[in-house]
């Protein structure tokens, strides 16, 4: 490219610049006419985030930046694309400029930059509600990033982002559960606004309640977005996330009318009476001893509130779906349980845990005193 042609169109954007910004249209030319690409890369990126530099990205990245795009840090590349389209006219401009973008960067040399391009289109086609478009370009994208045995999180963390963005629209809550903690995993939570943090925290809160295949809410308990929920209007949610994890009927039955709040788990109210059945029974039978998990269908009844009638089908279920492993006596209507899925405890079932160890170590001390007693006469041989 002609250097006084690109003196001339830095100057005239210099002049376009908010009075606080020309100096570094003076630094961007100065590392341009000395070729220093990695120090000008990182000039621009800089401007190109700060919101007065939003009207010339387009006519920065279209008449300079790409005069030089195959010399700098192709990630660094797409990352300037990235924020240049966001000033694209609507999202049909905007998927134009990516899948440019997208073709620009598609070489052996840079698959990871290619990756983080064909996310950024596939978020686009989602939002054009081109889901089959986005999965295939999101397939593309997962089958690269397996290959890799490395990559800049904010790849991952992109990918991760709008995977869970696809599966949320598809209504595949687990999916949807799962890809959204994994972004989680790969950004700095303050990165956050508080806003953008309550809306995950609500979506992710939702999806373990109504998806079909989620019974472990752990992760999610212990996860600091969970916190954003304190305090709000939706500061209920929370707590019947963790009355589903100890199988608390009585609390359940206390928040049940928020459900109507929240169309996806009104929806799916019958479902969630069910799950919560389900903890109720994992419940019960973690509280007792492992020597005491022999359980009539009465007792199952009364500790999880199912008709009696339905007490097969709520411990088949469980079997089924792994939460317990055990057999049926169908004859004499009692279940035999000898292991419960193992699951995060909130603090009063760590007192019940504690209290059923000090009952062990009692035991324990009793048979010690007993072997004592009867084997005087051993001992004293």
């Not at 994208?141 to 869970?164: C, M, P, Q």
């Not at 009476?273 to 039978?285: C, D, F, N, R």
Request: glycine residues 4%; negative net charge.
């Amino acid at each position: 490219m002609d250097p006084e042609v690109v003196s001339n169109f830095l100057s005239e954007q210099r002049e376009n610049a908010p009075e606080d910004l020309q100096q570094s249209f003076l630094t961007i030319e100065d590392y341009w006419d000395r070729k220093l690409w990695h120090q000008l890369t990182e000039v621009l990126i800089d401007y190109f985030n700060t919101a007065a530099s939003a009207s010339q990205r387009l006519p920065l990245f279209r008449h300079f930046i790409l005069s030089f795009s195959e010399k700098i840090n192709q990630l660094q590349f797409v990352s300037l694309g990235l924020l240049t389209a966001t000033q694209c006219s609507d999202d049909h401009e905007r998927l134009a400029f990516l899948t440019d973008l997208v073709t620009k960067v598609n070489k052996p040399s840079s698959q990871d930059a290619y990756v983080y391009a064909l996310v950024a289109a596939s978020e686009v086609k989602l939002r054009l509600q081109d889901l089959p478009g986005a999965r295939k370009d999101l397939d593309t994208a997962e089958s690269i990033l397996d290959g890799f045995d490395s990559v800049e999180t904010e790849v991952h963390a992109a990918f991760y982002r709008t995977n869970a963005s696809y599966f949320q629209a598809k209504a595949d809550f687990g999916a949807f559960y799962k890809n959204a903690l994994l972004y989680l995993a790969c950004i700095d939570l303050k990165s956050l606004t508080l806003e953008d943090a309550q809306a995950r925290a609500f979506d992710l809160s939702v999806a373990a309640l109504v998806s079909d295949s989620i019974y472990n809410f752990g992760e999610l308990l212990l996860h600091p977005i969970l916190d954003s929920l304190n305090n709000t209007q939706n500061g209920w949610l929370r707590e019947l996330l963790f009355a589903f994890n100890r199988g608390d009927l009585n609390a359940y039955s206390v928040l049940e009318s928020n459900i109507s709040k929240a169309p996806l788990l009104d929806e799916h109210k019958a479902f969630l009476w069910q799950k919560i059945s389900l903890s109720a029974l994992t419940e019960a039978v973690f509280r007792r001893p492992p020597h005491d998990r022999a359980m009539t269908f009465q007792t199952i009844s009364q500790e999880t509130k199912v008709q009696p009638h339905e007490i097969e089908i709520l411990i088949m279920k469980a079997l089924s779906l792994g939460l317990l492993k055990g057999s049926i006596d169908q004859v004499a209507e009692v279940a035999r349980i000898n292991w419960v899925q193992p699951k995060v405890l909130d603090m009063k079932q760590i007192d019940n845990m504690r209290l059923r160890l000090k009952d062990w170590d009692s035991s324990v001390n009793q048979l010690g005193n007993w072997i004592e007693g009867v084997g005087k006469d051993v001992w004293a041989a």
